[in-house]
């Protein structure tokens, strides 16, 4: 396995967002907090059917850009093992392959998903 990739660092899904990152930003404004939170899942969302498109078309580093483009979302949003992911998608285009690409988008598609998961319970 390519030493870029491991899993998160907890499986706990109350750690994918860590919410004092955003509390920090905005103050306790549960309603900001919450439209910062959709709208980073609805980008994450749209950059991961981006990501998609590019490793159909054997494109690395279309690809790799997403990955850097969307890590600052999941950085601001307190989504630290999302943006790793990010990054090792990043970093794949200076000696990457499309495989290992396609492995780490697979772990960012079920990574957002728990995340999604996570920020809908809350507002439950």
Do not use: W
């Amino acid at each position: 396995m390519n030493k870029l990739i491991h899993e998160p660092t907890t499986n706990d899904l109350n750690s994918l967002i860590n919410s004092s990152t955003l509390v920090e930003a905005l103050g306790n404004k549960p309603e900001q907090i919450k439209k910062f939170l959709l709208l980073f899942l609805a980008s994450s969302k749209e950059g991961l059917e981006e990501i998609n498109k590019a490793l159909n078309k054997t494109d690395l580093k279309s690809a790799s850009d997403i990955g850097h483009r969307i890590k600052s979302a999941a950085q601001t949003v307190g989504a630290f093992d999302f943006a790793e992911l990010c990054y090792q998608l990043e970093q794949l285009k200076h000696d990457g392959d499309i495989q290992t690409a396609k492995v780490v988008f697979t772990k960012m598609q079920s990574m957002l998903s728990s995340i999604e998961n996570q920020i809908t319970e809350k507002q439950e």
